[in-house]
């Protein structure tokens, strides 16, 4: 087996790209990262590590805009993350140079992939190891649209999605409890699935949210007051489970 | 036959450019717009090649873009302003790039700024700036009248003034010209002056 994962370039007896694979542990380590799509909104939210006290937590954005009308947040290593959101805004401008036009959501999710893609097939390098969750509105159609990549360079196409630290139990909590919504309920479904496995408080997550009209961060303050609605929800319908029963006796 | 000429006033900058697309005696289009809004706060007027007009404008603006995601800040006018010279100077011995440009910004801490960039790669930051035959007569006119801190109307009367003296005065003088206005609530389009309407 350890011959099998030196080099990237190697396939294994049994059909495995081991570094590939080690990459997508590298990407379960990372913060989790979850992404609900609606019928005019899109939200993206991402667990924040609330232990570094001295940091100055502006400089460390985790979603981030690619274009105008593209948004992107993303588990596992940052660094690797820099250069690939480097290189897909750079092919963003690119793009609208030489048609005139935005990126569609799939395009650009087509052209990261590929990037990470390449990464697994050359000699000498390592894959991106990171899973992407990219969300926008298509230009002139807007609709919109989530995309999620890994560091194979598969991409698929989601209503909702997690990646990250603990996105199985997120993703079971959206797939019980996803529907179709608009505006604030999409805010509230993603903020929910991430205090799933986050610990509650604004503080602990960033969560942006993207309409036709672009991207925008919500403050503490926001993610806060939404936090307690869904604690107040939680707890009303704990109370109406226990109040039927309490009749019985 | 292409005029471009630019003027700051108190708190905004003004550039006007005639609208005219010409080949040798043929017009093309008298609604062309060559003043391109670079982002939020910046005015590019453009003359000169028609193909390099159109490539070096949208390059440069793809290229404010690119800065502004990747920095979250968007650029100052003189950071534009001195990224266009170094472009411009570094075609300019192997395949120049045949456009004259009047840089036109707004920056809440500096004000209303305005740049003459010409094809060779000079850079010269001014309060009046004009390219094209029409400079000879609007030059002369902004010369007289202009003072510094004009109001918007003091500077579009001038522009007018200005306007009036290439149609009456340049032998073949273009038909229509757009004025574009920057200031603090951001670059947009003031006014056109017509003789045609097309």
């Known amino acids: ?249 | 036959m292409e005029c471009v000429f630019g003027m700051v006033g108190k708190r905004f900058a003004l550039v006007v450019a005639d609208t005219s697309a010409v080949n040798s005696i043929l017009v093309h289009k008298s609604n062309e717009d060559k003043i391109m809004v670079l982002d939020s706060h910046k005015l590019m007027g453009a003359s000169g090649e028609a193909g390099d007009r159109a490539q070096f404008t949208e390059y440069v603006q793809k290229n404010v873009a690119l800065y502004h995601f990747r920095n979250g800040i968007p650029l100052t006018t003189k950071a534009a302003a001195n990224f266009m010279r170094g472009e411009l100077a570094t075609a300019l011995r192997k395949n120049p790039y045949m456009v004259n440009i009047v840089l036109a910004g707004y920056e809440k801490e500096t004000g209303p700024s305005l740049y003459f960039i010409d094809y060779i790669a000079t850079l010269h930051k001014v309060e009046k700036a004009a390219f094209g035959y029409g400079s000879y007569f609007s030059l002369a006119m902004m010369d007289r009248h202009y003072h510094p801190d004009m109001t918007v109307e003091e500077a579009i009367k001038l522009a007018e003034q200005c306007i009036e003296e290439i149609r009456s005065r340049l032998v073949v003088a273009p038909q229509n010209f757009v004025i574009k206005i920057v200031d603090k609530d951001g670059a947009r389009e003031h006014s056109w002056r017509r003789t045609t309407k097309d």
């Open chain 1, 1 to 249: 087996m350890a011959r099998y994962d030196r080099a990237i370039t190697v396939f294994s007896p049994d059909g495995h790209l081991f570094q590939v694979e080690y990459a997508l542990e590298a990407v379960r380590k990372g913060n989790a990262a979850v992404g609900v799509r609606g019928t005019d909104t899109i939200v993206l939210g991402v667990e924040k590590k609330s232990t570094v006290k001295l940091q100055d937590s502006r400089s460390v954005r985790k979603i981030v805009s690619l274009d105008d009308h593209i948004a992107l947040a993303c588990a596992g290593l940052k660094a690797d993350a820099r250069v690939l959101i480097n290189r897909a805004r750079i092919e963003c401008q690119s793009h609208r140079l030489t048609v005139e036009d935005p990126v569609t959501v799939e395009y650009i999710t087509r052209y990261i992939a590929g990037l990470q893609q390449k990464y697994t097939q050359s000699g000498g390098v390592r894959p991106f190891g990171l899973s992407t969750l990219i969300v926008g509105f298509d230009p002139y159609t807007g609709v919109p649209s989530l995309y999620q990549t890994d560091p194979s360079g598969t991409f698929s196409a989601w209503k909702a999605n997690a990646t990250g630290r603990n996105s199985n139990s997120m993703r079971e909590f959206l797939e019980k409890n996803y529907k179709e919504t608009s505006g604030q309920e999409t805010i509230k479904l993603a903020i929910r699935a991430l205090l799933e496995v986050v610990e509650s408080g604004g503080k602990n997550i960033e969560v942006a949210v993207m309409t036709k009209e672009g991207l925008r961060q919500l403050e503490e303050a926001e993610i806060d007051a939404i936090v307690a609605e869904i604690e107040a929800e939680k707890a009303a319908a704990e109370a109406a489970k226990k109040a039927p029963a309490s009749k019985q006796t």
